[in-house]
């Protein structure tokens, strides 16, 4: 698939990832002229009500309303919210970077932690890495992130006595980020794993053997790229579940970033807030995606 | 053998704290708060005097009936939209996928999010929502499916005797795709039990102030100097009904 193409298929997924999005969040029954008249104290006369549905536009048709959001979020204006009152722009950009770097974090902890781990549960089938990545990927699936984050506050915090409580500067985000990779890496490990054990059984791994490399460095050499085409695939996925680890981890540890803005901003049934929030979400996904299609296509030109 | 008798005292478990609990799971004892583990409150009492073994038992009911939701809703659209794909072919069959895909990429919080906003905090809500974020998955998963006992030779024969494209469906090629489908539904089924306890932590499934696992480690974790094991035990009854499931159902390996 070519790059443009790809491009092509990001634009209208997202535009019409954005239209479905837009159309349901404007068809909550909760009536946004009703809330801000409670949250911001105005007199309920009709007047008011009239003049705030002309000013947000609610009295024209949906597509119109669709198209003249579209404009204004790609100009940069992206409302504001109504619990707030401040523009929705600069309340992302305020709380994005502590959810994207948390994410980020993680997901690159995973991959680095993933390559070795997998690399040796294949070089040593049964052995302690192949065990540890298999109990480990068990244990994760059935152990939710934020429980084992309690319980590890509860142990290294209250009993050990090993880190600081409700801490305030970077040292309070090392464990979300340890917690928000420890899933990622038991499923990369796999996949990484489940990779390598493939090229174990083609017929050039036993020309390499026949060459004298051991098997470790035959596996090394022949299996890597192979091995790590399907870890970036396994990574489009995985970036999806890191929004949810974040989001648990964030409302945990009491960090400020995106999910906690966004739970208080549902309750309050922010619609600007949560539009924007769709946007970014998927375009996060689609930057994931293709970062990772661009990786894929590097390794392997037949792509191309 | 021993799967199945750990996943039936599971779902006796389950089922059983729908109808009955120890105690009432929201009556308040101001007397015999934090109570510690007694014979009379066998995990204990919380910050109200309220009893934690009941509490479980009513939010393990709900949960059940979360995951009883996900998998049908998932279970249904997913079989349906699959099957059609694969039977109908040609364009119709790429635009359901490419649908299936680009909904498989908005992640399943997002579903969650909009539509507890949209639908009010239930269970319900949320379990809707997860199903509907499961969707994708099983479409894909039913077409491909379909696709390879579509290219069988009885299905040749079938057609070559004038067999209808309903019998056809209904006859040869549900048959052949339901069961494995049917465990796949299955494997999810520890996915939907995190997925939801996650969305109650972070205060989205439900009126915070019903027993629901994930919100009761929310709630509890403000003890965890104190009283510990109030944010212990419904972590364990996660980790412990997620295992269970999983395990029972590790024969398929989607």
Redesign the interface.
Known sequence: MHPVRLGIQSIT?ML??SLA?FT??N???ADPVAIAIRVWNLPATDETVAALRAEWGLDQPLLFRYCDWLTRFLTGDWGRSFRTGEPVLGEFLERLPISLSLGMAGLALAIVFAIPLGFFAAAHPKGVADRFSRTLS?FV????G??LG??L??VL??QLRWIRLLAQDWTAAVLPILLIALHSVAVLARVYRRDLMETATQPYFRTALAKGLSERQALWRHGRCGALYALLAAVRSEA??V??ST??ME??FGLPGI?QF??QS??A?DQMV?QA??MV??LW??VM?GGAYLAMRFLDPRLA | MVRYCLLSVLAVFLVLGGFWQPYDPDAVDILARHSGMTASHLLGTDHLGRDVLSRIMAGGWRTTCVILAVGLTGFVGGTFLGTAAAVLGTWRETLILRCCE?FI??????VA??A???FGLSPLSAALALGLAGVGPHALLAHTLSKRVLGQPFILAAQSLGVSSFGMISRHLLPNTLPLMFAYVGNQA??AV??Y??LA????GADPSEPDW?AM??EY?VF??DH?ML??W??TT??IT??AL?WAFDDFQA
């Open positions: 997924g019409a990832i999005s349901v969040i068809s909550m029954p068990v699936q059935a152990v939710p934020f429980w309690l319980v506050l509860w915090g209250v999806g579940w929004i949810g989001a648990t409302i945990l999910s966004l739970v549902i309750a049934r949560l929030y769709v979400i998927v996904m689609l995606n | 680009f990429m908005v992640p399943t919080l997002v999010l909009t507890a906003a949209i520890g996915l995190v997925a306890a996650s932590f972070i205060g989205l994930g480690v929310f974790r965890i100097f510990p944010m212990i419904p972590g996660i980790a997620v295992s999983n």
